[in-house]
């Protein structure tokens, strides 16, 4: 069964609002790590957050992790219709392997 | 390479045919990774490929599904008997083993069977 779960599973908001993002997993990570895919193709990263760190932030990207809950959100501020995609999590576990298990995704909307 | 690739970009074929999928990863990256993706639903993890290490195939359908990767780079994804239900965008992606701080996905392969 895959590691991640995510939601909401579709969000829809204006350009200029925040959007956020949740992933919930099941066992112990090594890190986790938020992708986008626009179009139903190649996934592209965007920032990885390790075990041992709460909160990261690349550019109007805000990552945090809670392992307690093992639960993960990313928030994007200021979003822009750029921003329309699919967003999903992905764990990389710690039992010696480095497969990835990826989350059910959400898809974003902006509307202009 | 530049970055993943994969081959065909689309495939079309018939129920009961068998089809070849490829994939070409990023120089130097250890490991090779192949998942599935139904249409508006999340990446299903199908195989991984780490190193000279036997490949972890737990995330195989059934038998009519096989991988191998060659000189420890390409990798081809092979489905035989293939049935309407193995229709789906198929995603390679390949990492630095020793990372595993970020997968790089190739534009991936879709597979129609009619």
């Known amino acids: 069964s895959q590691q991640g779960e995510e939601d909401p599973q579709a969000l829809s908001i204006q350009e200029g609002e925040n959007a956020t993002m949740n992933c919930s997993y099941k066992t112990s990570i090594n890190n986790l790590q938020w992708y986008r895919q626009n179009s139903g193709r190649g996934l592209v990263h965007l920032i990885l957050i390790r075990s041992n760190e709460r909160e990261k932030h690349s550019g109007r990207l805000r990552v945090t992790l809670d392992t307690s809950k093992k639960s993960s959100s990313l928030l994007i501020t200021a979003s822009r219709a750029a921003d329309t995609a699919s967003y999903f999590c992905a764990t990389v576990l710690t039992s010696g392997t480095y497969k990835y298990i990826f989350g059910t995704g959400t898809r974003l909307k902006v509307l202009a | ?114």
């Open chain 2, 1 to 114: 390479g530049a970055g993943v690739s994969q081959s065909p970009s689309n495939k079309v074929t018939e129920k009961g045919k068998d089809v070849e999928l490829r994939c070409d990863p990023i120089s130097g990256h250890t490991a090779l990774y192949w998942y599935r993706q139904s249409l508006g639903q999340g990446l299903e993890f199908l195989i991984y490929f780490q190193g000279n290490s036997a490949p972890d195939k737990s995330g195989l359908p059934s038998d009519r599904f096989s991988a191998e990767r060659t000189g420890g780079s390409v990798s081809t994804l092979t489905i035989q008997r293939t049935q309407q239900e193995d229709s789906a965008v198929y995603l390679c992606a390949s990492s630095l083993e020793v990372s595993a701080t970020e997968a790089f996905f190739g534009q991936g392969t879709r597979l129609t069977v009619v």
